[in-house]
């Protein structure tokens, strides 16, 4: 159990839909990073955030965004929904912004799929 | 359940040393996929290649090669002639109905 929570686990949904994706980080650590993992793309970076503000972007559509709450977790949200987008999420955290000269620890991921 | 360990935590070489990253993998499931990835101290993760479970061919990319075997259930990543920018974390993964990643294992190469 790597202490990093991400919620739901599984998610279908159709074409054109708008869904949420939760992430709990590790307790203490202040930074988290989302990724989306399709088999033909390898695990792409989207977006960090640490301690509630943006601090990188990667490949991230504009039909997706993310926040970091006070409480320190996370939610990207993904509208407009295609067939494309099916992929598993995931959700990093570390202590701090930079490298992760420590380890990033993964959630297990959710699964989504459009259809 | 899926496993993936990296035992080796943390490796420093100095510069043009060969070195290899260990990856142990558990599954029940006949088909599935092996992943390295990178991890520079940008934060990223960076791809650097896949393998499917029915494809134990070794796979050589320039200074990069990997060692796939089935029967020892590993995926062993060496770096050959490493190289300063070579230092990262790098991580080993197996995905089927879900993605593990192992720990992690940070190379630090040594001008």
């Known amino acids: 159990d790597s202490g990093v929570t991400q919620t739901p686990k599984h998610l279908i949904t159709a074409t054109g839909q708008r869904v949420t994706l939760r992430c709990s980080p590790r307790?203490?650590?202040?930074?988290v990073y989302w990724y989306q993992q399709s088999l033909d793309q390898g695990l792409q970076f989207l977006i960090q955030y640490y301690n509630g503000e943006e601090r990188a972007k990667g490949n991230i559509l504009e039909r997706f965004s993310a926040q970091q709450f006070p409480d320190l977790h996370s939610e990207l949200n993904l509208s407009s929904l295609e067939l494309g987008d099916s992929a598993l999420y995931f959700c990093?955290?570390?202590?701090?912004?930079?490298?992760?000269?420590?380890?990033?620890?993964f959630g297990q991921g959710t699964r989504l799929t459009v259809v | 359940a899926q496993k993936v360990t990296q035992a080796q935590t943390e490796i420093s070489v100095v510069e043009k040393e060969d070195v290899t990253l260990d990856c142990v993998y558990e599954?029940?499931?006949?088909?599935?996929?092996l992943f390295w990835y990178k991890q520079p101290p940008s934060g990223e993760l960076v791809f650097l290649i896949r393998r499917n479970s029915f494809d134990e061919q070794n796979e050589i990319s320039g200074r990069y090669s990997w060692n796939f075997q089935k029967s020892t259930s590993s995926f062993n990543f060496t770096i050959t002639a490493s190289q300063v920018v070579d230092s990262a974390v790098y991580f080993c993964?197996?995905?089927?109905?879900?993605?593990?990643f192992g720990a992690g294992t940070r190379l630090t190469v040594k001008p």
């Open positions: 307790s203490g650590d202040l930074s």
């Open positions: 990093a955290s570390t202590r701090d912004s930079r490298a992760p000269n420590t380890e990033a620890f």
């Open positions: 599954t029940r499931d006949t088909t599935y996929y």
């Open positions: 993964a197996l995905m089927d109905n879900d993605m593990r």
